[in-house]
């Protein structure tokens, strides 16, 4: 009678049946029915920016040998890789010059010490073969209208494109720019893009912060005469300034896609808009507005989808008066909520610890917290940090908090447009040797995640894809070596496939590897006779999610009445705990575990009501050895729906 009672009820509870149990296909992606670690994101951009101009980064100095700016560039991929970041942002034309041999534009000075003169190699060629063969992807930084960090244009190489075309600079607060205003500029700026996109195996091209000049008191851009001649049909020369950039962004938009349709572009605006005082579209912020002062609208290229991804430069600590990092990041959450557009933020690792930042800088944890207020908001997927010198510098330890607490597991990229996953890899050898376990796979990837799961399960659970806790590495090789493997552990790896816009295959058939320790898994189900439950618990065979022939319900209560699964332990030692139950919309949110560990008993709370029909890993456990009451579901909650009890499965690792 109790389980016909229990059938009615959950019919009730939700009107339909319970879902089908979740299989292995389609795994790679994150299920609703997958508790994912928020402290393991699965797809997450980490990126550092690695600026040229003014020698800030790389090369440490102009005019250094060949040999001496590779062996620097390789430390600084290194550091990335280090960290567990996947991509680098790197500033290949930082003063209307090149880091390659551009058809439009000189080598640049930070290379050799002389615009115009031949480094000796094709540094651009060398940094993206570089960076992807540490399956990094390379974003190429350009910034657009600076022509160079002084005013005397006799200082540029002679046959610079702003001396043979005087017309098409100005200067401005002791700088040179490019007049954005005309449109032999635009079209000459993208053209020079355009041939580092077209040439080179990119990832990515991404513009920065510098479009019209920021302010300089007592100074004004000297370009309305150029606003006379094209500025037809624009009221202010603000709105016609604001169109400029508008037409750059968006052409560069159109031109990139259509030549490669797989390399993002993204921009890192400055961190405010607009203030909400000056426009009720705008932040709560009390800062420089880039709307009004450098003419960037870059709500507009966000609404407009003229950007794969957005990287704000949100510069300030938590609780700034004028620019809150809560504040802003929230703002821009809901800027791009719903567009498509990519959210990244751009992190100002160069405050922490530094002298003469405010005292929040000071504090190790503040970037950190910075990547914990993150995880509140979805839309944001990964960070960006100026720059380079200053994660190697990690002053006071701020960058160690943020890879302890943030990075401490390889992440995928975020999956860009609605390309096809790539058919799964297939595993061929994973062979246990003195330096590991060597995998050798094949498949059609243009890069491969791998996974390793402890033990030999004889399915996939598809939450062990979920998040990042099982993920070892992510290559562009069909070849790895599980280094930190133990010698005395079993473990079952996965590969997926990766298309070049990071869209992921299901995983490969799991290729096991035994441990030289003992092997043991016991499965222990509610029909054995290890299982034990007071008469308060029920019977039931209504969900087609179960294990075995029936499972077992009871009502939570003020007390604790567990339903016991004994095994028995061969040896003191660690051990994964399993647990299978069938899950409904009407059964408990927070049904208790508890596992006898030989620390004393440990309570996992687990949500039944989704995630059924597959083994849920609880953890792993020193256990003592003998025959004992090993695993327990507890009735003691306050949530509501019934606590279910159906199998445990133990193994030694």
């Known amino acids: 009678m109790r389980a016909a009672v229990a059938a009615l009820v959950a019919a009730a509870a939700t009107l339909l049946a319970p879902a089908a149990p979740a299989t292995a296909q389609g795994s790679a992606a994150v299920t609703a029915a997958c508790t994912a670690d928020p402290a393991k994101p699965k797809r997450q951009l980490r990126a550092m920016w690695i600026s040229s101009v003014a020698n800030i980064d790389w090369p440490s100095a102009p005019g250094l040998s060949v040999s001496a700016q590779q062996s620097e560039f390789r430390a600084w991929l290194d550091l990335a890789v280090q960290k567990r970041m996947n991509a680098v942002v790197v500033q290949v034309r930082p003063t209307a010059d090149a880091f390659w041999p551009s058809t439009y534009e000189p080598w640049s000075q930070w290379l050799t010490g002389t615009q115009g003169k031949d480094p000796g190699y094709d540094p651009l060629a060398f940094m993206v073969s570089e960076a992807h063969a540490r399956n990094l992807e390379f974003h190429a930084w350009f910034n657009p209208y600076r022509v160079a960090n002084h005013d005397d244009p006799t200082k540029l190489v002679s046959t610079h494109p702003a001396r043979t075309h005087p017309s098409w600079r ?34 990515g091209v991404h513009l920065d912060d510098y479009f019209y000049p920021y302010p300089v008191s007592g100074q004004t851009i000297p370009d309305s005469a150029t606003y006379a001649e094209y500025g037809g049909g624009f009221s202010s020369i603000a709105d016609w300034r604001r169109d400029n950039v508008n037409k750059l962004v968006r052409e560069m938009d159109q031109r990139i896609h259509a030549a490669k349709s797989w390399v993002t572009f993204g921009i890192s605006p400055f961190g405010i808009w607009r203030n909400s005082s000056t426009d009720p579209l705008g932040s709560a912020t009390s800062g420089l507005q880039s709307y009004d002062a450098i003419y960037a609208d870059s709500r507009q290229w966000v609404r407009q989808g003229w950007v794969d991804y957005l990287s704000p430069q949100i510069y300030w600590h938590i609780g700034n008066t004028a620019a809150d990092y809560k504040v802003l990041t929230a703002w821009w959450s809901d800027v791009v909520r719903g567009t498509g557009v990519q959210l990244v933020i751009g992190q100002a690792a160069y405050r922490a610890g530094a002298s003469g930042q405010d005292a929040a800088w000071q504090d190790p944890a ?40 943030h990075y401490t597991r390889p992440a995928l990229l975020p999956a860009r447009g609605t390309a096809a996953a790539p058919a799964a890899p297939a595993i061929s050898a994973a062979t246990r040797g003195s330096g590991g376990v060597a995998l050798t796979w094949q498949g059609s990837g243009t890069a491969y995640a791998v996974y390793r799961v402890d033990g030999s399960p004889p399915t996939a659970d598809p939450c062990a894809f979920a998040d990042a806790r099982n993920l070892l590495t992510t290559t562009r090789k069909t070849t790895f070596t599980d280094a930190t493997a133990s010698a005395t552990a079993a473990y079952t790896y996965y590969v997926t496939a990766l298309n070049r816009t990071h869209q992921e295959s299901d995983p490969s058939a799991g290729k096991a590897v035994a441990g030289s320790g003992t092997s043991f898994s016991v499965t222990v189900d509610n029909a054995d006779a290890g299982f034990t439950a007071s008469s308060s618990w029920g019977t039931s065979t209504y969900s087609s999610q179960l294990h075995g022939t029936d499972y077992r319900f009871a009502d939570p209560v003020s007390a604790s009445d567990p339903a016991w699964f004994k095994a028995a332990i061969p040896s003191a030692g660690s051990y994964k705990v399993e647990v299978w139950y069938p899950s409904n919309a009407g059964y408990n949110s927070a049904t208790p575990y508890v596992v006898a560990a030989s620390t004393g008993n440990q309570t996992v709370t687990v949500d039944q009501r989704t995630g059924g029909g597959v083994w849920r890993t609880l953890g792993t456990y020193t256990l003592n050895a003998g025959t004992y009451n090993v695993v327990g579901v507890s009735r003691w909650t306050s949530t509501t729906g019934y606590v279910i009890a159906d199998a445990v499965r133990i193994t030694k690792i």
């Not at 917290?369 to 960006?384: A, C, F, K, M, Q």
Request: net charge negative; glycine share 6%; charged share 25%.
């Open 170 to 203: 100005f200067a401005y607060g002791g700088k040179l720019y490019y007049n954005p205003g005309i449109p032999a500029v635009r079209a000459f700026i993208e053209d020079a893009i355009m041939d580092a996109v077209t040439r080179y195996d990119l990832d």
């Open 366 to 405: 503040e970037l950190s917290d910075h990547l914990t207020y993150n995880r509140s908001r979805p839309e944001v997927l990964g960070d960006v940090y100026f720059s380079a010198k200053d994660v190697k510098a990690d002053r006071i330890g701020s960058f160690t908090k943020v890879v302890s607490t």
